[in-house]
């Protein structure tokens, strides 16, 4: 090719030859015509706009704060794509562009207000429910070690805002492993639609929704754990407290913002279809681990000098599996924890409770399985664009595990902006801080959670039963 001659005498013949778009090299070493397509192609990033729009239910666009650096635009994964449905935008709610947004220009649709008030209205009961990610995160908000398991100083800082009960999560992880392990059982032994893909994840389950809608038979058909936890306070729990549920108002402490989003679906009101008041919802708020640490600050709490205070003794307590629902992997290895249990009536083998093909931070890992009985394919993929490089190979495996951010809840789009650190090495801490609550857990099989057996024993009656399929599953 012809290079660009700088004298005098040949830069009008240069320039004639440039507007034709003639084969001559810049010093970038492209020809003209390539770097004119590539500066369309920039400027097009450039106008990219995220798809929040106004009634967006998880996420919020200020624009009068945006200076256009497009970080959320170039990490957005759904940006370009079309919706699939009249009436939907592309966003599946992950809220990973607040977590890149320097100005504060895109954040969560904040509702700690409600909960203030719910807190301020005598007439109302107000349950929180923290998530397995919540607690070693939020720390980081007041300065303390990125890792720090502050889970008892959250449930003493809540006792004292007002919240009449604190409930563990991790209780509702080891409900929906029970549940979903034997629904993946009964799936292969009929064969069909496999593979079984988790269903935990609201930003997972929406990109199916919108842009892959023939893996929905796939789906788990089990409720993520919050909002298994959502019917239950408002059925079980109210019924053991003796609490008219129709007073009850239940705040979901989340690491995502999809969540806000989940809780508004159609079928997330089962405790209010069962007590004949479907405008009743099973989580009325969700508040991010940001929005938590806003609440706390208004109530005047300090929280580095706050003392330890237990969960409640009913729904308070969960196994080490149910901790590890927080990391990406983690459902996976809780799950064959507990289809091992159920498939050979027996414990799993030592290296079940440290699945090292569960583990790690690879996009995708994928391991056979000795289940004793039998192998299972199995594959654990984290971040939605991970996911579209790997959809050609997924019939390949019986169970895969999906989470649409990197690193699973550690890394979801309501946790803690910290920038003082790399991000791999931020949810290497959180995510070691959730395995090291698993080891020291008692009991780290989810079927054994003794308040498992006493909600299957006193009211579901059992797994996939009439009552479980009403109130933990779609």
Same mark, same amino acid.
Not at 193 to 210: E, G, H, I, N, Q
């Given at each position: 090719m012809e290079t660009i001659n700088k004298s005098k005498s040949s830069r009008r013949e240069f320039l004639k030859k440039a507007a034709l778009g003639a084969g001559f090299v810049f010093c970038c070493g492209q020809t003209v015509s390539a770097c004119h397509r590539d500066e369309d192609d920039r400027q097009r990033r450039r106008n990219r706009v995220l798809p929040v729009q106004p009634d967006n239910p998880a996420i919020l666009f200020h624009r009068d704060k945006c200076r256009r650096c497009r970080r959320c635009a170039a990490y957005c994964n759904t940006i370009d794509k079309q919706p699939i449905a009249a009436g939907n935008d592309a966003c599946v709610y992950c809220g990973q562009c607040t977590l890149r947004c320097p100005y504060n220009a895109v954040t969560e649709r904040f509702h700690y207000s409600e909960v203030a008030r719910a807190l301020a209205d005598p007439n109302k009961i107000v349950v929180a429910s923290i998530a397995p990610a919540i607690r070693v995160a939020l720390g980081e908000m007041y300065g303390m070690s990125a890792g720090a398991n502050v889970e008892g100083q959250i449930v003493g800082a809540l006792k004292k805002i007002g919240v009449n009960h604190v409930l563990d999560v991790t209780f509702s992880a080891d409900l929906t492993v029970v549940e979903e392990a034997s629904e993946l059982l009964l799936r292969l032994d009929a064969g069909n639609?496999?593979?079984?893909?988790?269903?935990?994840?609201?930003?997972?389950?929406?990109?199916?929704?919108?842009f892959q809608p023939r893996l929905l038979p796939n789906l788990s058909t089990a409720k993520s754990p919050i909002m298994m936890q959502g019917a239950l306070i408002k059925t079980y729990f109210a019924q053991k407290m003796g609490i008219d549920p129709a007073n009850i108002f239940h705040v979901a402490l989340m690491p995502s913002t999809a969540k806000k989003a989940e809780i508004l679906l159609p079928a997330m009101n089962a405790a209010g279809t069962l007590h004949g008041k479907p405008e009743m919802r099973d989580v009325d708020v969700v508040l991010t681990c940001r929005e938590l640490a806003q609440l706390l600050n208004a109530g005047n709490v300090d929280f580095r000098q706050m003392q330890n205070a237990p969960f409640d003794a009913f729904m308070g307590?969960?196994?080490?599996?149910?901790?590890?629902?927080?990391?990406?992997?983690?459902v996976m290895e809780a799950s064959l924890r507990t289809a091992y249990r159920i498939m050979n009536d027996k414990n799993p083998p030592a290296n079940f409770f440290t699945l090292t093909p569960a583990r790690g931070f690879d996009n995708v890992r994928q391991a056979n399985i000795d289940m004793g009985k039998r192998n299972l394919n199995v594959a654990i993929v984290h971040?939605?664009?991970?996911?579209?490089?790997?959809?050609? =190979?997924?019939?390949n495996f019986d169970f895969i595990e999906v989470m649409g951010c990197v690193g699973g809840c550690i890394?979801?789009? !309501?946790? *803690?902006?910290?920038?003082?650190?790399?991000?791999?090495?931020?949810?290497?801490?959180?995510?070691?801080?959730?395995?090291?609550?698993?080891? =020291?857990?008692?009991?780290?099989?989810?079927?054994?959670?003794?308040?498992?057996?006493?909600?299957?024993?006193?009211?579901? !009656?059992? *797994?996939?039963?009439?009552?479980?399929?009403?109130?933990?599953?779609?």
């Open positions: 639609p496999l593979p079984m893909f988790t269903s935990c994840c609201p930003a997972w389950v929406r990109y199916v929704k919108l307590a969960g196994s080490g599996a149910g901790m590890i629902f927080g990391n990406t992997g983690g971040g939605i664009d991970t996911f579209e490089n790997f959809l050609q =190979d997924a019939q890394g979801g789009g !309501g946790q *803690p902006i910290n920038r003082r650190m790399n991000a791999a090495n931020l949810q290497q801490l959180r995510r070691n801080a959730l395995y090291q609550h698993d080891v =020291d857990r008692g009991i780290r099989l989810s079927c054994d959670n003794p308040e498992i057996k006493m909600v299957y024993d006193e009211f579901l !009656g059992e *797994p996939l039963g009439e009552l479980s399929k009403k109130l933990l599953h779609i």
